[in-house]
């Protein structure tokens, strides 16, 4: 298979994407969003940072991800991310975003 060929049968439109993949084993996932009047914008997250493990994560834990906004300069910001299992820190670290249309 030549490179071209690999390229185009990554990009094809009947290709699962990862949303499929999360929506069939996650029952409440929430895609990072910022709710404007116009309606709502998705944002796709490019980059986890400065990220430390504190507790392992195994399957049938329930994580709740939360992130404060700390600097955005238009579609691109970053933000301050703790995921929590139950009322124990799993995880902190800083994640990179872009907001798209």
Do not use: W
């Not at 990220?51 to 910001?77: A, I, M, S, Y």
């Amino acid at each position: 298979m030549t490179a071209s060929e690999r390229v185009e049968l990554a990009r094809h439109p009947d290709r699962p994407r990862c949303s499929e993949y999360i929506e069939t084993i996650i029952d409440d996932f929430i895609p990072l969003a910022e709710d404007r009047r116009a309606g709502e914008d998705k944002s796709v997250v490019s980059g986890i940072k400065n990220c430390r493990f504190r507790k392992q994560v195994v399957p049938g834990d329930v994580l709740t991800l939360r992130c404060e906004l700390v600097n955005r300069r238009g579609p691109v910001g970053y933000g301050k991310a703790t995921a929590m299992v139950g009322d124990e820190i799993a995880a902190t670290g800083e994640l990179s975003f872009a907001v798209t249309d």
